[in-house]
């Protein structure tokens, strides 16, 4: 069911928040697919839900409020986490694909960090803001333009600084895993692919650093090509710390039989 949406989906379907809120999803693309793009959106986004993985960005056309026409957008289900892994729900998002001649007469698609924090985005800020996990866009280079309140426990650094600084991703990966994770981001920007990875991030007040597994999901541009990022990253310390404290005991017992056999 439909928790959320912003204003910016309002101007570019005509829906508004109190007829859109818990609609299922397939009433929801009803109201606004076009009846010939309708039946493989439907399969992409039961897929999604199914399977909880990131669609991946596909492409319909959305009925114009204030007319009968249909302009294209490019959408993109992700699922979203708590850092125990469970399941919290599903964020999309819908951009708007515009056509040269009148980019200016259609919806903006980039989604900013005060559109989060206005009167209409309650919902949405409350939910970004309570889940346990970073969330976060960026530039098609992995400079930051939004990320949630979570930024201050893991970098020591509010959001704010992080967006103002217009700060990379890669600023962010601990120097142990810099150059994979950078390399890894490369070659998925090339290839116009989602990817996640583990790494550690370095709190720079407390000088701690922890694990986290991010997701990156590109947004395409209409002719290709990777327009920007959108995604998530949960603490896998404990996690991670248990699995080492694993390794070393099954490496302890290994020791222990090849002495006993020997």
């Given amino acids: 069911r439909v928790l959320f949406a912003n204003s910016k ?41 199914n399977d909880r993985s990131i669609s991946g960005p596909f492409e319909y056309r ?19 986490y708590d850092q125990n892994s469970r399941l919290l729900g599903f964020q999309s998002t819908i951009n708007s694909i515009p056509d040269p001649i009148r980019e200016e007469q259609l919806v903006d698609k980039d989604l900013s ?11 949405y800020f409350d939910l970004v ?7 976060y866009k960026t530039t098609a280079d992995f ?16 959001s704010e600084e992080l967006i103002e600084r217009e700060m990379s ?18 070659q998925a920007k090339e290839a116009g692919i989602a990817f996640d990875d583990e790494f550690r991030i370095t709190n720079v007040a407390s000088g701690q650093y922890c694990w986290v597994l991010a997701r990156f999901a590109p947004v395409l541009g209409r002719i290709g090509g990777v327009v920007s990022w959108e995604g998530y990253a949960a603490d896998h310390t404990s996690r991670r710390e248990a699995q080492e404290a694993l390794e070393i005991q099954n490496r302890k017992v290994r020791a222990l039989f090849t002495v006993s056999t020997a």
């Fill in 129 to 135: 803001e309570r889940v346990d996990a970073l969330i």
């Fill in 169 to 186: 991703w890669f600023d962010l990966v601990s120097e142990l895993d810099r150059d994979r994770v950078q390399e890894k981001a490369l």
């Fill in 62 to 80: 959305v009925r114009c409020p204030y007319s009968s026409d249909y302009h294209w957008a490019q959408d993109n289900i992700v699922p979203v």
């Fill in 143 to 158: 400079n930051l333009t939004f990320i949630n309140g979570r930024a201050s426990e893991f970098f020591g650094i509010s």
């Fill in 9 to 49: 989906f309002e101007a570019m379907t005509g829906i508004d928040q109190p007829t859109l809120k818990g609609l299922s999803y397939q009433k929801m693309l009803e109201g606004f697919c076009h009846p010939e793009d309708f039946e493989a959106s439907l399969v992409i986004y039961r897929n999604a839900f």
């Fill in 113 to 123: 960090a005060s559109d989060v924090g206005s009167k209409s985005s309650d919902l």
